[in-house]
Each structure stands twice: as structure tokens, then as C-alpha cells.
């Protein structure tokens, strides 16, 4: 953000809509759905975002724009995974929800697994006469 003001520094409303591309009214929105985008509020209820703040709003619109989300599956990636791993997504860095995933899976359950695709891949044949 090219605003002339530290890195660290607060920043409106409006500068973070511009920033993002995105209007005041969707930043307003998202933060009643969700609880973890929680920018400061001064006496006129004015608000400023933090760096932090920006980079989960970020994460949160890539979440939504870029792949497609609803708000519910936005907020439910955001609890599973949490509140750095969405920020990480407005840098470029991929999830790590599928390497975990894919970890987690133990070899004798990775078996079945395998046996249970190959069978759908055998009825799928039969169905069909593909061998693709």
C-alpha cells in the first residue's frame, strides 16, 4: 500500500477498500461475519485497520474471489485453519490444509482409500466401456 505512511501504520476504512479493491460497505459486511476482523474503533466509531487486519481481510477476499468460497465456507476454512494461515493466503503462500490432510491419513486407512478408487474406477469402466 503505497499511501505514504509506514507499513505499520493504522489505515481507514477507505484506504483499505481501495487497497483491496474492494467497497467500505463489503469490509463493513464481512466484519459482521466474521468475528476475527476487529479494527479499531474510535469515539466516532471510526475505523482503523491494522497491518494484520488488512492481511486477513486480504486472505479472506482470496478466500471468497479467488477460490470461490461462500461466507460459510470462508468462516469455516478460518476456524479449521486459522487466523495466520488465512493472512498467509493474501501473500501468495498456498494452504497448508491439503498437505496436512494428506498427512494425517495413516497407511492402513491410505489402503482402503486406494482400494475403495480403484473399485469406483473398475464400476466407472463398466459403466461406461472407458478405460480412461
Known amino acids: 500500500m503505497s ?3 509506514s507499513d505499520n501504520a ?3 476504512i477507505s484506504e483499505v477498500a481501495e487497497a483491496l479493491a474492494v467497497k467500505p460497505h463489503v469490509l463493513r459486511f464481512w466484519e ?3 468475528d476475527e476482523i476487529q479494527p479499531v474503533k474510535r469515539a466516532a466509531g471510526r475505523r482503523y485497520y491494522r497491518p494484520e487486519d488488512v492481511a486477513l481481510i486480504a486472505g479472506i477476499k482470496h478466500l471468497l474471489h ?3 468460497m461462500t461466507i460459510k465456507g470462508a468462516q469455516k476454512h478460518l476456524k479449521e485453519n486459522g487466523v495466520s494461515d488465512v493472512r498467509a493466503l493474501a501473500s501468495g503462500d ?3 490444509v491439503e498437505n496436512t490432510a494428506l498427512a494425517e491419513i495413516s497407511g492402513d486407512r491410505r489402503s482402503k482409500l486406494e482400494a475403495a478408487r480403484q473399485n469406483l474406477v473398475q464400476a466407472r469402466i463398466l459403466l461406461t466401456g472407458e478405460d480412461n
Open 10 to 12: 493504522f489505515r481507514t
Open 32 to 34: 459482521s461475519k466474521f
Open 66 to 68: 479467488e477460490q470461490g
Open 3 to 5: 499511501s505514504g505512511k
Open 94 to 96: 498456498k494452504p497448508k
